[in-house]
């Protein structure tokens, strides 16, 4: 199994950075949807609605993270 560190040194499985990532994802749709009633992306204000398929991004990406030791950012 792989195993990557967080910037703590915690180690971390893929599998846990995976599970985490979807939770965050669930999590921030469901905020979204309670405060404006629908999904959009936040740096460009592109939404759902628009026909265009939007997606919670990260800033950087799971793979950059795993490699740098930071993947509590993913």
């Known amino acids: 199994m792989n195993y990557y560190r967080t910037s703590s040194g915690e180690r971390v499985s893929k599998s846990?950075?995976?599970?985490?990532?979807?939770?965050?994802?669930?999590?921030?749709?469901?905020?979204?949807l309670e405060q404006y009633g629908y999904i959009f992306c936040e740096d460009c204000n592109v939404n759902a609605n628009s026909g265009?398929?939007?997606?919670?991004?990260?800033?950087?990406?799971?793979?950059?993270?795993?490699?740098?030791?930071?993947?509590?950012?993913?």
Do not use: N, P, W, Y
Not at 19 to 30: G, N, S, T
Not at 52 to 74: I, Y
């Open 52 to 74: 265009v398929f939007v997606d919670c991004s990260h800033e950087v990406s799971v793979d950059e993270c795993q490699k740098t030791g930071q993947s509590e950012l993913a």
């Open 16 to 32: 846990e950075i995976d599970r985490r990532v979807r939770e965050a994802k669930k999590k921030k749709i469901a905020l979204m």
